[in-house]
Nanobody, 119 residues
Framework: QVQLVESGGGLVQPGGSLRLSCAASGSILSIVTMGWYRQAPGKQRELVAAIGSGGSTNYADSVKGRFTVSRDSAKTTVYLQMNSLKPEDTAVYYC?????????????WGQGTQVTVSS
């Protein structure tokens, strides 16, 4: 089973930026579609961004134009650059392998990283 480690969260003021990282052993992240998900208190976990093995990206409407998902050149880490953060972006963020045909996550969840947007 692949172990995922998310990092980079923290407390940021509205309008600020954060970059989240998702690491796994080996280079498996380069050959699968990876998604960034988030879960706010009292809400269901939702998919916010995804990057395919070929580099294609997709975003939820709520983050389009503000978030960017990418991989590093070694393809061992997936990033989520979050700009113009809003209080409603507050959530625990997770990465996971995403099903090709749906938002379904295929691996076990990591511990996630907390993002809090507040003044």
């Amino acid at each position: 089973q692949v172990q995922l480690v998310e990092s980079g969260g923290g407390l940021v003021q509205p309008g600020g930026s954060l970059r989240l990282s998702c690491a796994a052993s080996g280079s498996i992240l380069s050959i699968v579609t990876m998604g960034w998900y988030r879960q706010a208190p009292g809400k269901q976990r939702e998919l916010v961004a995804a990057i395919g093995s070929g580099g294609s990206t997709n975003y939820a409407d709520s983050v389009k134009g503000r978030f960017t998902v990418s991989r590093d050149s070694a393809k061992t880490t997936v990033y989520l650059q979050m700009n113009s953060l809003k209080p409603e972006d507050t959530a625990v963020y997770y990465c996971n392998r995403k099903s090709e045909r749906s938002a379904f996550a295929l691996w076990s969840w990591g511990q996630g990283t907390q993002v809090t947007v507040s003044s």
